[in-house]
């Protein structure tokens, strides 16, 4: 079965620097998807980046960008010039490519801001 | 409308009660999913609909749980003789199409007392 770790139970970042979330996976599959989700106190699950396996190139959207690295099975989330609107819990989950039905989710981290 | 609509957002009941929790998903999205999250945890996958067929249950934590969609559109979450152990927030989700990103509600928060 799949499994999805977040090792960091909560983390805090001055506002303006740089913060690394940490997630680690397991798998048969060769082919997936890697999700970072942002969950704010509103509950709804904000989709932050999304990753292909088959991608070598690590995705960036804007101050957001992940370090993917297949073989080690883990995929980290870099959050530049941290914001006060940033903070909320981060999910990490993974969908495989051929039963894309079913999110696996890490138990999640919940980033602080710091003015 | 705009987003995945969800109600209510918060339900208190009594051990034992049934409850149901809606969730009107994006117009046109053919796939739905609900997901449970507990206290300190990420969501948890329960079930996911294509059109009005629940294609996959093997969520489902036991048969006190059941989920309607009848017309494909908005589906209902349905709990019989609830326990504490149900207290949760259940987030329900859609997508265009089963491949395509997962757009979510704010979730439904039961409380069983």
């Known amino acids: 079965a799949q499994t999805v770790t977040q090792s960091q139970p909560e983390m805090s970042v001055q506002e303006a620097e740089t913060v690394t979330l940490s997630c680690t996976y397991d798998?048969?599959?060769?082919?997936?998807?890697l999700f970072w989700y942002k969950q704010p106190p509103s509950r709804q699950m904000i989709l932050v980046i999304r990753?292909?396996?088959?991608?070598?190139q690590n995705a960036t959207e804007n101050r957001f960008s992940v370090n993917f690295q297949k073989a080690a099975k883990s995929f980290s989330l870099k959050i530049s010039d941290s914001q006060l609107g940033d903070a909320a819990m981060y999910f990490c989950?993974?969908?495989?490519?051929?039963?894309?039905?079913?999110?696996?989710f890490g138990s999640g981290t919940k980033l602080n801001v710091k003015p | 409308g705009a987003g995945v609509s969800q109600t209510p957002s918060n339900k208190v009941t009594e051990k034992g009660k049934y409850v149901e929790l809606r969730c009107d998903p994006i117009?046109?999205?053919?796939?739905l999913y609900w997901y449970r999250q507990s206290l300190g945890q990420g969501p948890e996958f329960l079930i996911y609909?294509?059109?009005?067929?629940?294609?996959?249950d093997s969520g489902l934590p036991n048969d006190r749980f059941f989920a309607v969609r009848p017309e494909g559109s908005v589906s209902t979450l349905k709990i019989q003789r609830t326990e504490r152990g149900d207290s949760a927030v259940y987030l329900c989700?859609?997508?265009?199409?089963?491949?395509?990103?997962?757009?979510f509600g704010d979730g439904t928060r039961l409380s069983i007392l």
């Open positions: 117009s046109g999205h053919t796939a």
């Open positions: 609909f294509q059109g009005t067929g629940a294609a996959d």
């Open positions: 798998t048969s599959e060769s082919d997936y998807y």
């Open positions: 989950a993974y969908r495989a490519v051929y039963n894309f039905n079913k999110f696996y």
């Open positions: 989700a859609s997508s265009l199409y089963s491949n395509q990103p997962q757009h």
């Open positions: 990753q292909e396996a088959y991608k070598q």
